[in-house]
């Protein structure tokens, strides 16, 4: 259908019926001129039906925004009848059929229709004259004109699929949206509820003979709480990224206080592209979480090396082995997607002699 700002193009194209409409009133009496009168303006109408809609000079509807065949053999039979009651030249009336064939068929349907058209108008005008020119230059119009109009409805269509295209864009950026969001709480809560949950059950323990130290027990609950808490607002605000040397540092102070002798080297001297760091400080939350939950592990080794290339780090328990439910558990699936991001290398599995080992290394340029 022609978009709105065309609707007055087409309705000003009225214009041309004129002078046939004079020729038929002009030459024509009686039941010719009724019939003639009758088939023109059933002609203007089906015309003005097609190229705009049924609600014209109004917005066209949707559902009649698709191929009309029907309609367009509606004009050529008027045409015919137009062109058989005579009293004027009709050969005209061939380009406004190929203007509704070229907007309303598709395009595979419409170029041999429109051949058909332009040989029908000049076929009509060689009744009227014998000027070659003339004949040709009617069936170059109507081709034209159909030509024109299938670039419209081209136009339209491609516009149409881009509408649909952006949509799609915008509701699957609003799932992946939702999808970081909860891997990043996940991430976030997960361990930090482990080590809630650690330090309540050794305060538990030593409130009765040990009260001293589980009151610092408590007071640990207290702050890993409130980190926890400042960490989901900076999450909800968009602003947070976890810093290697302070996830080394807690991953230190938690296995510690389950009895879980670490030995973790220091984070690297050199500053780490943001991305990349990000990756290695999620790497080793992820990774103490899961000892904390699943290794029952007693010894720990975790270690970050740094080359020209690449930043690596590896983190080894010797507990026993993968998690229950395998090593494909919801926070080692965040941690893949993550590593995939910057393109780097994950290897979560159990160890050869025992325990679980997780590697992750990150090239540095791809994560600058």
């Given at each position: ?8 193009a087409v309705l000003s ?83 406004f059929v190929a203007a ?269």
């Amino acid at each position: 259908m022609v978009p709105r700002r065309g609707r007055w193009a087409v309705l000003s194209g009225l214009i041309f019926f004129v002078a046939p409409g004079l020729g038929l009133v002009g030459n024509a009496e009686g039941p010719r001129l009724g019939g003639g009168l009758a088939a023109l303006a059933l002609f203007v109408l089906a015309y003005c039906r097609l190229m705009i809609g049924g609600g014209w000079p109004g917005p066209p509807a949707d559902a009649e925004d698709r191929p009309a065949v029907s309609g367009v053999l509606v004009l050529v039979a008027l045409t015919g009848v137009l062109i058989a009651i005579g009293t004027t030249d009709w050969a005209g009336m061939w380009c406004f059929v190929a203007a509704a064939t070229g907007l309303r068929i598709e395009r595979r349907q419409a170029f041999p229709a429109l051949f058909a058209v332009g040989a029908a108008a000049a076929g009509t005008e060689a009744l009227n004259t014998s000027d070659a020119a003339t004949i040709v230059s009617l069936f170059i119009v109507a081709v034209g004109v159909g030509m024109l109009t299938a670039g419209f409805r081209r136009l339209r269509v491609v516009n149409v699929e881009l509408g649909q295209a952006r949509d799609e864009i915008g509701r699957l950026a609003v799932a992946d949206e939702r999808l970081r969001f909860a891997r990043d709480l996940h991430d976030l809560l997960g361990h930090s509820l482990s080590v809630v949950a650690l330090k309540s059950e050794l305060a538990a323990r030593l409130i009765d003979e040990h009260p001293d130290q589980a009151a610092a027990h408590v007071r640990d609950i207290e702050a890993v709480s409130r980190r926890a808490l400042a960490e989901v607002r900076d999450a909800v605000a968009g602003y947070r990224r976890p810093l290697l040397s302070a996830e080394l540092a807690g991953a230190r102070s938690t296995l510690a206080a389950a009895g879980i002798e670490v030995e973790a080297g220091p984070a690297p001297e050199g500053e780490l592209p943001p991305d990349a760091e990000a990756v290695l400080a999620w790497a080793v939350r992820e990774g103490a979480t899961n000892v904390l939950r699943h290794a029952d592990a007693h010894r720990v080794r975790i270690s970050v090396a740094v080359d020209d290339r690449d930043a690596a780090l590896e983190l080894v328990d010797d507990g026993c082995g993968a998690p229950a439910g395998g090593a494909d558990g919801t926070g080692l699936a965040g941690l893949a997607e993550r590593v995939a991001r910057v393109r780097g290398r994950m290897d979560a599995a159990p160890g050869a002699t025992g325990g679980f080992r997780l590697a992750v290394t990150v090239p540095l340029e791809a994560a600058s």
